[in-house]
């Protein structure tokens, strides 16, 4: 069984910090190019970040020089370090594992003051 298990959202000021993290469990993550997601009501579903493989990574023009994305295939696990966090970085985040193309469930981040 697939599962793709997104922690670490939550509330935080402007300016503040997050780091989210999915474990992947059922797929050879290894070979998976992993994403990150997010999603406003109304609006389309944007494309964060992504990590290849090797660990090549792509950022938004949105989140660039904010956002990292990193990976460990040792603990099957991608994570997206949130930095200088603004109101618009507010959405739900997906890991999404692209090779398979699977979806964890999602996880809240409201960035407020």
């Known amino acids: 069984q697939v599962q793709l298990a997104e922690s670490g959202g939550g509330l935080v000021q402007p300016g503040g910090s997050l780091s989210l993290s999915c474990a992947a469990s059922?797929?050879?993550?290894?070979?998976?190019?992993m994403d990150w997601y997010r999603h406003v009501p109304g609006k389309e579903r944007e494309l964060v970040a992504s990590?290849?493989?090797?660990?090549?990574?792509d950022h938004a023009d949105s989140v660039n020089g904010r956002f990292t994305i990193s990976r460990d295939n040792a603990k099957n696990t991608v994570t997206l370090q949130m930095n200088s966090l603004k109101p618009e970085d507010t959405a739900v985040y997906y890991c999404?594992?692209?090779?398979?193309?699977?979806w964890g469930q999602g996880t809240q981040v409201t960035v407020s003051s």
């Open positions: 999404h594992a692209a090779t398979y193309n699977y």
């Open positions: 059922g797929i050879i993550f290894r070979v998976s190019t």
């Open positions: 990590i290849t493989c090797p660990g090549r990574t």
